[in-house]
């Protein structure tokens, strides 16, 4: 089995499901008794070398959900890690102090260099513009317990679809389960060649979602254009309002990693369709099903 | 019962003695077995928009103390939360994460806001100008366990009257108990008369506490003053010494809601009247009982 | 026993091994269970007015080690100490919420004045230039690992001998185990007389460790040299290198107290003599040790 979480390129169908097996596990514990003293007296260590209050949150939590305890820092602003110490210094101690790392950093590939040097289990949250594991599974999570299945999907991606780092890690991970895409993104921010070899999928600029199962909104970033109009004009159009939604088809959802500013409007939330909170809850689950796992209390 | 802790004008007489008399039982527990086990496998979210090391350290060592966990952040710098993302999403993803919430923020009615929107409860921790309901209710726990009763009382309160949240809310409170008051303050901040109505009260801008049972003590800041003289004078005047002291009862005590600079001189620390820090300490037991209440574990 | 950790001054030979046989128990702990249960329910405040994050880290380890739990902060910005308040009035507030206080502060003796006003056991990690006594016990615990005994050893310390206040502190620490010291350092940066006193030693401006069992390797900062080619010069000379480490003993050990820039090379670091990532972890054991002393737990 893994030893690391680094890349959800290194997940294969099988480990992919097996994580999500041990998450419905989870989903029991919190369901029922709230907590376990799986792991009572280990230390997760939760070094975010750049701050991201959820992902951090949902980590500790998870940890604390299994009864463990939490050491760590939110910023390396106001630590004393802004001095010159190598990261791969500061994970090797760390790991002096800990069982298991929960790591954000703002380098590309930070996370692949701590695995090489730590004597403890690395989970990579986030680094640089590479790759976020854990929020892929914790997407395929809430895929797999609002639809019931990953099979055969129609999933909409709305959005930033050429930078956007959550989306291409999801739609590899969504290949494995045949997924029929639907990737809605103007013209500037369509979908790379390199992400869509080897899938099905339709393409378009307007907000149409069809009859999508699952519609996967992210944020579009004033920094990709160059001319405000064009943003402005982009900004106002891809927006899922109620409009939106009376057009989907009853049994689907619509998702969105956090946060969100106004590309899904407020009166939206009440939808039952609308799981965005429902998803950063599947996170803590998916989580302790990942931090179980690789201290071998979980297989 | 109260579902969250949001403005102590939500707490009936019944209510808050309902609080104080849990706060004695987690005394108990505190200065027997110094901790319990009640909350287990519980998280409190403790969420400081704005920073406010006291009240968060007494709010995570309650939880700490109830044998629960802790996650949040010490400030909203440092973490990704100066995004543009609302407080009410903010509010809706930890409360996926955790069991109860606490919260200080500098937006007038942001805890109520909170509580709109949150699937779990808040406790307000102080909102900009507006409530600190848990401190008003540690200073009257901390009046009960001092004086032993809340009855009949002479409570002097000194300062700034005219902006302290902390007075104001602790006025209203004690008007439920029959308070005799005696509002000290220079003219400038002397105690609005929304305030003072239905009271019992004399008002005096010397610092003269004659025969107070209680004198609450707070600080003067100078951005009050237009004129730094008239802030000098005043500051000069308004001071607790070892002098002040010789005037007062044997059975009397002196508070402040902390930090001080220097309106109670060092030298009166060691005089057991002086009880400030005791009512630092005796936020733990009220920060508990209202956890534990909210969570249903004490009733 | 004593009844804080002020200054390692203060630690006779005995105390030193009374507190290194407490942390072998606990590095047993480690080691079997990996942690205990024997500070269930107590709290320890970890006070840190001027980040440390490795100090920190390895003291909030310890605690959750020992079943405790951790309040406190990393830095004084993003808190409301920043405000007028004196650190004696926050050494009284915060222990009135906890069992025990690890602080650092930049003011020399700031750590003595906390255990004038404080209700708990203080435990310095480090005042201004002054003191860093764990840090000096967790040094002597690793020699004692490594190498089997204290005494009679012969010890190379390397690099700014003037200023370093972790240098003095072992040395005065060693003095006791009768060790043979080597003292290597630029002219510029040389032994004070007043800690070779009663010593016996010899000097050195070139990096030769000689038949050393012990070669303590520390930081040169660039801010001692008014001229930067001086500088550039020393940084240069004193650094360990593989070839270094072949004139080396066998059984003898390279420790420095981290964080390391490039006075040691990379490449050294897969050598078993290189022991300054146990060094870290060393910490953990002796500062639980610390802990579980002064609350009483452990004798």
Do not use: C
């Given at each position: 089995m893994f030893k690391h979480v680094i890349s959800i390129k290194d997940f294969s169908h099988k480990d992919i499901d097996l994580?999500?097996?041990?998450?419905?596990?989870?989903?029991?514990i919190l369901n029922t008794?709230?907590?376990?003293?799986?792991?009572?007296?280990?230390?997760?260590?939760?070094?975010?070398?750049?701050?991201?209050?959820?992902?951090?949150?949902?980590?500790?939590?998870?940890?604390?959900?299994?009864?463990?305890?939490?050491?760590?820092?939110s910023d390396p602003k106001g630590t004393s890690l802004k001095k010159k110490e190598t990261t791969a210094d500061t994970i090797r101690t760390v790991a002096a102090y800990s069982d298991?790392?929960?790591m954000r950093h703002p380098m590309d590939g930070a996370a692949k260099l701590a695995?090489?040097?730590?004597?403890?289990?690395?989970?990579?949250?986030?680094?640089?513009?590479?790759?976020?594991?854990?929020?892929?599974?914790?997407?395929?999570?809430t895929i797999k317990k609002e639809?019931?299945?990953?099979?055969?999907?129609?999933?909409?991606?709305?959005?930033?679809?050429?930078?956007?780092?959550?989306?291409?890690?999801?739609?590899?991970?969504?290949?494995q389960y045949k997924a029929d895409f639907r990737f809605i993104a103007p013209e500037l921010l369509k979908m790379p060649e390199e992400y869509k070899k080897g899938l099905k999928y339709d393409e378009f600029t307007e907000l149409d979602v069809g009859d999508a199962d699952v519609v996967y909104m992210t944020r579009i970033q004033a920094e990709r254009f160059s001319d405000a109009t064009d943003y402005e004009k982009v900004r106002g159009s891809y927006v899922i309002t109620p409009k939106t939604l009376s057009t989907m088809k009853k049994k689907s959802i619509v998702m969105h990693p956090l946060p969100r500013v106004d590309e899904i409007s407020w009166e939206c939330d009440a939808d039952p369709r609308c799981v965005y909170f429902n998803q950063a809850f599947y996170g803590v689950p998916t989580r302790m099903?990942?931090?179980?796992?690789?201290?071998?209390?979980?297989?």
């Open positions: 994580v999500l097996g041990q998450a419905d596990k989870m989903l029991k008794k709230g907590s376990s003293d799986m792991l009572h007296g280990k230390v997760l260590a939760s070094l975010f070398f750049e701050p991201s209050t959820r992902t951090r949150l949902s980590f500790e939590a998870a940890m604390h959900r299994l009864g463990g305890s939490v050491i760590g820092f298991i790392i929960a695995s090489d040097v730590s004597t403890v289990p690395i989970i990579n949250g986030g680094d640089g513009s590479h790759q976020h594991p854990t929020q892929t599974l914790l997407d395929l999570f639809l019931g299945t990953l099979n055969d999907l129609k999933i909409a991606i709305v959005g930033d679809l050429r930078y956007g780092r959550t989306v291409h890690s999801l739609v590899g991970a969504l290949k099903a990942l931090i179980a796992m690789l201290l071998g209390v979980a297989k």
